[in-house]
């Protein structure tokens, strides 16, 4: 019986499909288990684009202190870098650096857009050198209205990209 | 009728304006800086306004950096505050005006000396290479060095002289004209 | 060998588009426009082993065109976004450009409302000076220098945002006075925040500028002599650190500076230190301003003149200058009758202290780069515009 299963031809599927159930139930514990280490440990690239730094640096100072929400300060590589808080307006200048800087880091990387001018170009709609938004340089997660938001509103910014981070999938390939 | 009404509206402003200032009597230094300047220039230049601590004079291009020695060494103006371009489609010219300040004279310490210029304007520029020039002041007053590389893309008046003539603040691929142009328009308006 | 060239002969570039030859020796590098210090701007230099040769600063990384769009809004539609360049200082990027409109539009401030903003501008020059300073902390690597001003910048902030209903972007001086009066109970809140802030600025001298290690690298790196920082036309800390006496609020005082009673404050070394310095001192002197500007204060009376909708004054011109946080900052605002401005220029203090940047980096190490280069007093957005 077993072996009138088990033909040569059908071995390849049924193992095929045996590795599907595994990876699928390891899959999601595993996945879990990933996504909970990336949301307490998002470091931000320290890359200030505009005005809207100031609130950044008033964020991660002592009143407000986002390391508390796992969003660490780090002022090192672009390697280790997994978010980037687009803090304000992109010129034309700006953007294909910007664009550089994202392209340096490592999957998976995130994108919050902080203040009205990384959103729609805010208040410099009309610039001539500004971009109406990042939405044609970077993928955006998380949008941060203000101009510029309070610091609380990037927190929860930050937050709401931590409960999206544990929804995705962990890994790209499956 | 809307055109019609406000330059008469702003006519009759400027008159009041200008009536109310003359009376004032201008400081002992203000009137010696005009009346030195003049005396040495004559026609050459022309002293636009003068009100107490500010003032300004109007000269030709050619004559710029003359003026401008005259303003640092004799008068006491040691250093440059901005250099303006701003841009008159009306009169076919493009002015830039040189703000002098001064650090070392304590009795010009409250004086903004505004020396203006013109240059010409091309209707289709193409800058550094059209009749908009200007001799650079880079030689008298070093601090006019950005100042003039920014009015150089703003408005792309090439400053003759000038040791750095290149882009600043626009990004390096910029192929438009110089935005600050009254020609230029910015989007929707 | 001869032959190899690919790049043109300068001349036959169009401007703007030369290219330099270095020596094989000489190595360029770029410093950001992604850094681990304040961002937005890029320093091209050249160095020869550790010694910087040549360094051609590259802003325009935040250019938002405000001269441009100033052009087509009128004279009170700009307020929002010339306050926009620094916005933690934004009450004194906003005194030159009310002060030169009011001249155009012939309007007289009334005196309980120049005292308003007189404090409100003291107290943006410390929330700007105390960020200034986190940034130098960390620049030097020194994170309680980070942390303790970004703290006690958060007390100046709400004393502001009682006065003007926002965190940063107050938008607080109009043509013509101030948005709205000062709460009921503020004399005594302010008075009291001030003393508690004064008591720990004193406190930042033992932690920071008697601090050995900082000492050891701020001292000597890039020294400006008084003659150069005169003829660079610097401005501000820069040139009150090089031993010129000059500050904008005694040399030609505006609105009621005349009346009240502080010192400008000036040190005669003109290295970095002596540049992070000046700023400091200026805080005290803040504190002092705002304290007798308080007791002198008329109680009760008018903080605006109502403007007429869509204002618009006479054919003329108006150059003020106001002292800032990062030096004198001039507006030069041109009228053509209507009642949008024809022209708006804004001089300001980063862009003019930048030239200083070149001329004091050669000859350095490239490890003081960072120190000499934030000593400047210099925030990019607002040298863009």
């Known amino acids: 019986m077993l072996k009138e299963i088990l033909t040569p031809q059908t071995a390849n599927v049924f193992v095929g499909r045996l590795g599907d159930l595994l990876e699928k139930a390891v899959d999601k514990p595993l996945g879990y288990a990933i996504n909970w280490g990336r949301i307490w440990s998002l470091w931000p690239v320290h890359i200030e684009t505009a005005c809207c730094s100031v609130e950044f640096g008033a964020a991660s100072g002592p009143r407000y202190d986002v390391e508390r929400f796992g969003i660490i300060e780090a002022f090192g590589s672009l390697r280790q870098c997994d978010l980037v808080v687009v803090q304000g307006t992109i010129t034309r200048k700006m953007a294909p650096r910007l664009r550089l800087v994202y392209d340096q880091m490592p999957e998976p990387k995130y994108v919050v857009a902080m203040g009205a001018c990384a959103i729609t170009g805010g208040l410099y709609f009309d610039s001539y050198n500004v971009l109406p938004g990042i939405d044609g340089v970077l993928p955006v997660d998380v949008y941060v209205p203000g101009c510029p938001p309070r610091p609380e509103t990037l927190i929860q910014g930050c937050m709401l990209l931590q409960e999206k981070i544990k929804r995705m999938k962990a890994r790209k390939h499956v | 009728m809307e055109k019609e009404g406000v330059p008469a509206q702003s006519g009759g402003g400027e008159k009041g304006q200008e009536a109310k200032k003359a009376e004032a009597p201008l400081p002992e230094v203000d009137s010696s800086l005009r009346s030195r300047i003049e005396s040495l220039f004559g026609e050459r230049a022309t002293v636009e306004f003068a009100r107490p601590g500010r003032m300004q004079v109007n000269v030709a291009g050619k004559d710029i950096v003359e003026v401008a020695r005259f303003a640092r060494d004799e008068l006491g103006f040691d250093h440059a505050e901005s250099v303006t371009g701003i841009d008159r489609p009306a009169d076919g010219q493009i002015e830039v005006v040189y703000h002098l300040g001064s650090y070392t004279r304590p009795d010009l310490a409250g004086h903004v000396l505004a020396v203006s210029t013109r240059a010409p304007r091309e209707e289709d520029p193409s800058p550094g290479a059209d009749s908009t020039r200007l001799p650079s002041l880079r030689g008298v007053f070093y601090s006019v060095e950005f100042h003039e590389r920014e009015a150089f893309e703003m408005l792309g008046v090439y400053f003759e002289g000038h040791p750095d003539n290149r882009r600043l603040l626009l990004p390096e691929d910029w192929a438009d004209m110089p935005p600050m142009r009254k020609d230029f328009a910015i989007k929707g308006r | ?385």
């Open chain 3, 1 to 385: 060998m001869e032959g190899k060239t690919t790049v043109p002969a300068l001349a036959e570039l169009p401007p703007g588009l030369e290219l330099q030859r270095v020596d094989e020796r000489i190595m360029t590098l770029n410093v950001g426009p992604q850094h681990p210090g304040s961002g937005h701007m890029r320093i091209i230099v050249q160095i020869d082993g550790d010694r910087i040769v040549a360094c051609d600063p590259d802003p325009g990384y935040v250019h938002r065109g405000e001269e441009k769009m100033a052009e087509y809004r009128n004279y009170v539609q700009n307020i929002p976004h010339l306050e926009r360049p620094v916005i933690h200082d934004s009450c004194n990027i906003l005194y030159p450009y009310c002060l030169a409109t009011e001249e155009i539009l012939g309007i007289e401030v009334p005196e309980r409302a120049q005292y308003v903003r007189v404090i409100a501008a003291e107290l943006n020059r410390c929330v700007y000076t105390l960020y200034w300073l986190a940034i130098y902390g960390i620049f030097l690597g020194h994170s309680t220098m980070f942390m303790w001003p970004t703290g006690d910048r958060e007390l100046l902030i709400d004393l502001l945002e009682k006065m003007t209903g926002a965190r940063v972007t107050h938008a607080y001086l109009v043509p013509g006075g101030v948005r709205n009066d000062v709460p009921a109970n503020f004399e005594d809140v302010c008075l009291r925040q001030v003393d508690y802030f004064e008591k720990r600025i004193r406190e930042y001298a033992g932690i920071f500028y008697d601090n050995p290690i900082l000492i050891s690298r701020t001292r000597d790196a890039g020294a400006l002599s008084r003659h150069d920082a005169v003829a660079l036309g610097t401005t501000g800390s820069v040139l009150r650190a090089s031993g010129v006496d000059y500050d904008v609020r005694k040399k030609e005082p505006y609105d009621c500076y005349d009346s009240l009673d502080f010192e400008t404050s000036v040190m005669r070394e003109g290295d970095a230190y002596a540049r992070s310095r000046v700023p400091w001192l200026d805080m005290m002197q803040s504190c002092r301003i705002i304290r007798d500007a308080l007791s002198k204060m008329p109680k009760s009376g008018s903080v605006r003149v109502k403007l007429k909708p869509n204002p618009k004054g006479p054919e003329m011109v108006s150059y003020k200058r106001v002292e800032s946080g990062r030096g004198a900052l001039g507006c030069y605002v041109v009228s053509d009758g209507k009642p949008e401005p024809y022209r708006v220029k804004m001089s300001v203090g980063s862009f003019r202290n930048l030239i200083a940047l070149p001329y004091l980096l050669r000859g350095e190490k490239l490890g003081n780069m960072p120190a000499v280069y934030w000593s400047l007093n210099y925030w990019p957005v607002e040298a863009d515009r």
